[in-house]
């Protein structure tokens, strides 16, 4: 059960003249009574604008700026995986471990990721730089294995190629 | 060595330089359908995309012109067209391969759907993984509107058409039509019981049509080159091109584009590059992506890729994901792997799979690491019973597939992972 968690070092949430413009684009994507349909664009939203998760308060922020009940904005929140409920690292490394990478050797995708970071899966560094996780498909099955890195796919992977992205990362 | 005609539908302009844009669209041929479509009369176009015979890509087979044809005609209600380009299958990623490199020929088949059905709004629903493909299509529907291709006055013919991106957020049952149609109207993506049918009640309470993004982008070349045509292409029952999605052992695995009814040993062998280590090194494939039952190798030796070979072979052409595994997997293994994926994707709303695919993926941990009873196969096999049919959508049936499929066709392997402790295939 993925749970909602509060950030003790959460400060008062605004979201960008960027993101404002943005919303606007989004609500007229539905029919003016269907605002609703709104919240999952604007969910994506406020995770990139607030540091890469979603707490409580940034969902509290989201409920009261869409005027959307507070529950109904947690179980969104707490049904898509894609929404962070706790602070990831700045790359967000995704190992697909499904069946079609699973037969191309993601084990040793997740063995070169494990030594060259020294991390577990599951887990953040210390210093915030990596989260890696293990997923379902990612819809990439015929250049398996692969990962994704943020808003990035990378595929066909090696455990050679793997160590080369990690170093080339900024 | 090519099967048939290789004619190419949804592939045709994918090695074209710059091939997501208007100009290159538009150079080939491209938006010329959608305006012979809005010649004819919404009828017209329907019984069009009938004679064609096209059937639903996403999985389940259903012919999309009968589909269209359901949507009520004399209702004041608003109609809507929804592309379902969730993805999420495991083993199928074609449609990935449509948006990002023939946005346009998915627009135009939306078109065209839209107008048969007097639908003015259309959504595109694609997973949230995938953000490049999704910046890809804005910038093609940007294009469109640019071009007054969308909008209130498409192609100055004074019909209205607006078209969307709704990004998923990582959830496999939003692939299912009504959990998608859910989460469309920003809620948790649990699936509704049918009937009503989203032809009747669909999004926000109206009549809706929901097709797959390769259903919908086989459309526009149905309408340019007739239904007779199309259907002239493929075998019976089964007509059109399809694309497969080649995965696992395989030398070059791929999406492929042919005309259905390839015999399998042909499409691994000359499309994907062969097997690894020779056909005889083959051990199964699940035709049709992983919530398919698994076929042994010497029925993929003489089986056909359309929807009936496939049936009759018992498994099905689904999504069109051939997942290929020689001799050194251990179906026990893969079967487990399969069973945790289904537990995590359950949405919870119907006992009978939130517990059983629980269960099954308990019994395939105990089985695969030794620890399984003689009991366990058959106990597995009644847990299928109980939820095969029993639930509000078909990610029960998804889950217990595979499991039985392959109890069936390896069951020696199950037998040997109790009596030994360990796995045949070393
Ligand atoms: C659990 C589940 C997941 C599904 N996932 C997808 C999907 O990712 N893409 C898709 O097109 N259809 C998917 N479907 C099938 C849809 O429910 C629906 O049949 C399809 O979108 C209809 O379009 P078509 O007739 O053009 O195939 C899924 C069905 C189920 C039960
Ligand atoms: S199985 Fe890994 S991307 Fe599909």
Redesign the interface.
Known sequence: MRQIQKDPNAGTFQFSETALGEIEKIYA???A??R??????I??LAQREFGGWLSQEALDFVAEFTG?AQI?VY??AT?????NLEPVGKYHVQVC????C???DSDGVMASLNGKLKQEFGTTSDDGRFTLVEV?????????PMM?IN???YENLTPEKVSDIIDRLP | MSYKSDTKILFKNIDRDDSHKLAVYQGNGGYQAVLKAYGMQPVEVIDEVKRGGVRGRGGAGFPAGLKWSFIPKDDPRPKYLVCNADEGEPGTCKDRDIIRYDPHLLIEGMAIAAYSVNATRGYIYIRGEFYREAEVLQGAIDEAYAAGILGDNCHGKGIRFDLAVHRGAGAYVCGEETGLIESLEGKKGQPRLKPPFPANIGLYGCPTVINNVETLASVPDIIANGGDWYAGLGVENSSGTKLFSVSGHVNKPGNYEVELGIPMKMLLEEYAGGVRGGWDNLKGVIPGGCSMPVLTADICETVTMDYDALAKSGSYLGSGAVIVMDKSVCIVKAIRRLSQFYRHESCGQCSPCREGTGWISKIMDRLESGKGTPDDIDLLLNVCDNIQGKTICALGDAAAMPVRGAIQAFREEFEYHVEHGRCMVG
């Open positions: 994507r539905y029919p009574a269907q609703r349909s709104a919240l999952m664009p969910l994506h959307i109904r179980e969104v049904f898509y995986t894609m929404y471990t499904n069946i079609s699973w037969l191309c379902e498909c990612l819809g990439a099955c015929v250049n398996a994704q808003d990035d796919y």
